[in-house]
């Protein structure tokens, strides 16, 4: 399947992981380099990355060798998935043009494996689509809410880093199920974009609430069923003390803890035993064999506009690092994403 | 039903709630007294007490209106589980000489409406084990194990206060299961009782050890599939460590932090999380349509030979508020009951 062989010409651009952050990562962590990009061997694919998703797991992966996944070692490329268009491909299924989605790493243009490579199917989504309301971000919040915690209709659902990646998508499938749906987020802006565009029935500022237990009291009068977590620590521990009976809470993230000098401890796992409630954690690779289940069930949800989806979108390859720092910071709304190229039409 | 009728000569000694108590409860917060036994009404049956549970629970009740029960309020009898046998009834289904399990209270004669006794089984055991192992406390261990904690065999299990009512149970169900079982529990003695009469795989003695976790990571050097926590606080967070990949925490008792002063903060949901972990508080009540397949089950391994009991034995209904202060100081070794009468053969 040789197409044109543009591989000679390209340049790929390449971000090195150069330091281990003891805090919050950035440009400093970083090394740029530029090689000509590799010639695909047979089964290769050539790719120009379109978008990178930034995502919380990046932080473990920058580790040494520990977390779910081996730690990236310094000065190779740093790991991380994104959406990409075939430029040439030596593998059977695969042809220039066609979008994939794979752990492209950071660059402008990957040689991968094609069996390292899923097409996305255009049927479901735009490849803006598949970066976001398709993406694993969706997905996680698909089988956290349906499958560890349980989502009834008419649940009180509390989520928190409502305007995350994760979150943003979390409160919406939870209003579409019926639910009665809280957010929390940081700041005025992010608390509209929970109430106005995701329309949560309730939005929490918890940099405007100095007793953000209080404020969940307030926006969850009747308690909580189903309290799907971004962040741990003293937002968790806040969460707890509004649990409904036989409430199920989801540990998808703890973002507030990833660079907390030192853990937080929880005090109110008491309530979590009287309310007779189940905590949970899960990482959404194993519902591999699911995926199509959820992308078929959000795809139908996009379509018929119930769901919307905001990225964050930081232009250019050397953007990158500082959006992890962003991340980290709190200061994306929406899915936060890097724009590696523009969807021009391709010549086939 | 009308048998012989001495309920007009039967004194029933009473222990009635005086105070609230703000820790460790003990004789201080009760009274006694002594009234006539109540002469039964149609459908009420006279009792003799023989036995009474002594259990955490307890001590929730003599708050004030909360918990997951109200609160017993000051000058009434305390409220407590246990055995009797029937003196005289005025109830269909009963007759002088049956054993009955009741909600008693601490009162040597109490006359209880009929709807609220179950007549004991005794071709599942004798009165003594109904209130072992086939009181609730084991019902609770059967239950917490296997729907809460998803037990299956090879299961590496971690039970604390093995040598308590519950954890004594919980230790022996999940070595006929095929588990490999390690038992935390205070001081040589009850270490010995849970690894030579429990047969557990290893003991741990939390009083003898300067770092809890190390200790846990000796006896289970391959980590933890369930925990089955009777304690909380420090000895959950240490728990914590050790768990292993889909690991299930049973949230049964938290009786270290019943008197704690300022709540526990458990510093390690990280490692639940990380596991893809699930932790799970449950009450006993909630199973009340399945206590005979636990009975069942139980009672056939109190036949075989497999499953021990050890009852921790006071004497005398005034002996039933120490005991109340040495469940708390971890002082009983097994299930701790009060006696109030043998069981003498009745006069039928």
Same mark, same amino acid.
């Given at each position: 399947?040789?197409?044109?062989?543009?591989?000679?010409?390209?340049?790929?651009?390449?971000?090195?992981?150069?330091?281990?952050?003891?805090?919050?990562?950035?440009?400093?962590?970083? !090394?740029?380099?530029?090689?000509?990009?590799?010639?695909?061997?047979?089964?290769?694919?050539?790719?120009?990355?379109?978008?990178?998703?930034?995502?919380?797991?990046?932080?473990?992966?920058?580790?040494?060798? !520990?977390?779910?996944?081996?730690?990236?070692?310094?000065?190779?490329?740093?790991?991380?998935?994104?959406?990409?268009?075939?430029?040439?491909?030596?593998?059977?299924?695969?042809?220039?043009?066609?979008?994939?989605?794979?752990?492209?790493?950071?660059?402008?243009?990957?040689?991968?494996?094609?069996?390292?490579?899923?097409?996305?199917?255009?049927?479901?989504?735009?490849?803006?689509?598949?970066?976001?309301?398709?993406?694993?971000?969706?997905?996680?919040?698909?089988?956290?809410?349906?499958?560890?915690?349980?989502?009834?209709?008419?649940?009180?659902?509390?989520?928190?880093?409502?305007?995350?990646?994760?979150?943003?998508?979390?409160?919406?499938?939870?209003?579409?199920?019926?639910?009665?749906?809280?957010?929390?987020?940081?700041?005025?802006?992010?608390?509209?974009?929970?109430?106005?565009?995701?329309?949560?029935?309730?939005?929490?500022?918890?940099?405007?609430?100095?007793?953000?237990?209080?404020?969940?009291?307030?926006?969850?009068?009747?308690?909580?069923?189903?309290?799907?977590?971004?962040?741990?620590?003293?937002?968790?521990?806040?969460?707890?003390?509004?649990?409904?009976?036989?409430?199920?809470?989801?540990?998808?993230?703890?973002?507030?803890?990833?660079?907390?000098?030192?853990?937080?401890?929880?005090?109110?796992?008491?309530?979590?035993?009287?309310?007779?409630?189940?905590?949970?954690?899960?990482?959404?690779?194993?519902?591999?064999?699911?995926?199509?289940?959820?992308?078929?069930?959000?795809?139908?949800?996009?379509?018929?506009?119930?769901?919307?989806?905001?990225?964050?979108?930081?232009?250019?390859?050397?953007?990158?690092?500082?959006?992890?720092?962003?991340?980290?910071?709190?200061?994306?709304?929406?899915?936060?994403?890097?724009?590696?190229?523009?969807?021009?039409? !391709?010549?086939?």
């Amino acid at each position: 399947m040789l197409n044109s062989a543009p591989g000679d010409s390209l340049v790929n651009h390449r971000l090195l992981l150069a330091a281990r952050p003891s805090a919050i990562p950035g440009p400093e962590h970083f !090394t740029a380099d530029s090689l000509p990009a590799r010639v695909p061997g047979a089964g290769d694919v050539l790719l120009e990355s379109l978008y990178l998703s930034i995502d919380p797991a990046m932080r473990s992966w920058m580790r040494d060798g !520990t977390g779910y996944q081996q730690g990236i070692p310094i000065g190779e490329v740093m790991r991380g998935g994104g959406i990409a268009r075939v430029l040439q491909s030596r593998a059977d299924g695969f042809a220039a043009g066609d979008l994939v989605q794979a752990r492209l790493g950071w660059q402008t243009h990957p040689t991968i494996a094609a069996r390292y490579l899923q097409k996305l199917d255009l049927g479901l989504g735009t490849a803006e689509d598949w970066i976001g309301p398709l993406g694993l971000s969706a997905v996680t919040a698909y089988f956290g809410l349906r499958d560890i915690g349980g989502m009834r209709p008419n649940d009180r659902v509390l989520v928190s880093a409502a305007a995350g990646g994760v979150g943003q998508i979390a409160v919406q499938i939870a209003r579409i199920e019926g639910c009665r749906v809280a957010g929390i987020a940081g700041g005025p802006q992010k608390c509209a974009f929970v109430r106005d565009e995701l329309r949560a029935h309730a939005a929490i500022d918890y940099k405007a609430e100095p007793n953000l237990s209080a404020a969940i009291g307030r926006a969850c009068p009747d308690g909580v069923d189903l309290y799907f977590d971004n962040v741990g620590g003293a937002t968790l521990d806040a969460a707890l003390e509004h649990l409904r009976q036989g409430a199920r809470v989801v540990l998808c993230g703890r973002i507030s803890q990833t660079h907390a000098e030192e853990a937080y401890g929880v005090r109110n796992l008491g309530r979590l035993a009287a309310a007779r409630g189940r905590m949970q954690g899960f990482l959404v690779f194993n519902y591999h064999d699911r995926y199509d289940e959820a992308r078929t069930w959000l795809a139908a949800r996009r379509r018929d506009g119930s769901l919307q989806q905001r990225l964050h979108v930081l232009d250019g390859l050397d953007q990158a690092p500082r959006g992890l720092g962003m991340l980290f910071r709190g200061e994306n709304t929406g899915k936060l994403v890097v724009r590696l190229a523009t969807l021009a039409p !391709t010549h086939s």
